[in-house]
C-alpha cells in the first residue's frame, strides 16, 4: 500500500539548533513530493517540489533533499518563529491529482 | 500574493443537519480540491474537481458529501445529512497547471 511516513512525531530544538525531519515514501511512482508548513488551526501553507532523486530546494533556513527513498527537510540555525507543524505529501503514479500526507512533525524551537 | 479563502471560518450544526462549506480558489487556477482533517490526524483528500466536474474522489466522498462550482469563483463543499464523525477542519485547495495545490485556512465543522 502506497505510505507516507514522518519522523520524528515531535522535535524540540533550541534557537539556532540545526537538525533534519524525515520523510520516506513508499509509492509506486513518484510523481511530486511536497513540503508544507502548518501553524495551529490554519491551512497547509507550501514550501516546496521536489520531482526527482538528487533535487534541492532552499529558502530562508530550510533546504529539502530528496532520495529515491525519502526526503529531508533540513533546518538551520532555527528560530522560535519557525515551530509549526511540517507535513510531507507525494502524488504518485495512479494515484491521480490528489496529495497523500503524512501525519506531520511538530517542530518547537525555544529561546 | 492571490490566496484561497474559506467561509465560514466555524460552523456549528446539529447532527442530521445540511452544511455548505465555500471556498473562492486563487483566480486563474483550473484544479480544486477538498481535504479534511480530524483533530489529530492527516489530511486526508476527498475529492478533486476540472472542468466542471468531479474528475476523482476518495472513499470518504460517499452519497452524503457533493461539490459544486456555482459560478466563476465559488467552489461549494455541502454534507447533506451531517454526522458526528465529519467534525473536522476542511481545507479548500487549488492549483493552475503546475503540480502545486494552495490550500485555504480551512472551515472548522462541529456538529453536536
Known amino acids: 500500500e502506497d505510505q507516507v511516513t514522518q519522523s520524528p512525531e515531535a522535535l524540540r530544538l533550541q534557537e539556532g539548533e540545526s537538525s533534519s525531519l524525515n520523510c520516506s515514501y513508499t509509492?509506486?511512482?513518484?510523481?511530486?513530493l511536497f513540503w508544507y508548513r502548518q501553524d495551529p488551526g490554519k491551512g497547509p501553507e507550501f514550501l516546496f517540489t521536489?520531482?526527482?532523486a538528487g533535487e534541492e530546494k532552499e529558502k530562508e533556513r530550510l533546504k529539502a533533499t530528496l532520495t529515491k527513498k525519502e526526503s529531508f527537510l533540513h533546518i538551520t540555525a532555527p528560530k522560535p518563529e519557525d515551530s509549526a507543524t511540517y507535513l510531507c505529501a507525494v502524488r504518485f503514479t495512479g494515484g491521480g491529482n490528489k496529495l497523500t500526507f503524512g501525519t506531520g512533525t511538530q517542530l518547537k524551537v525555544e529561546l | 500574493e492571490p490566496e484561497v479563502t474559506q467561509t465560514p471560518s466555524h460552523q456549528v450544526t446539529q447532527m442530521g443537519q445540511e452544511v455548505i462549506l465555500r471556498c473562492v480558489p486563487i483566480?486563474?487556477?483550473?484544479?480544486f480540491y477538498w481535504y479534511r482533517q480530524i483533530l489529530g490526524q492527516k489530511v486526508e483528500f476527498l475529492v478533486s474537481f476540472y472542468n466542471n466536474e468531479i474528475s476523482e474522489k476518495s472513499e470518504i466522498f460517499d452519497d452524503q458529501f457533493s461539490v459544486e462550482r456555482p459560478d466563476g469563483s465559488n467552489f461549494t463543499l455541502k454534507i447533506r445529512s451531517t454526522k458526528l464523525e465529519d467534525s473536522a477542519m476542511y481545507f479548500c485547495?487549488?492549483?493552475?497547471?503546475?503540480?502545486?495545490?494552495?490550500f485555504g485556512p480551512g472551515t472548522r465543522l462541529t456538529v453536536l
Open positions: 485547495a487549488s492549483r493552475r497547471e503546475a503540480d502545486t495545490q494552495y
Open positions: 521536489l520531482y526527482s
Open positions: 509509492v509506486s511512482g513518484l510523481r511530486g
Open positions: 483566480s486563474n487556477h483550473l484544479y
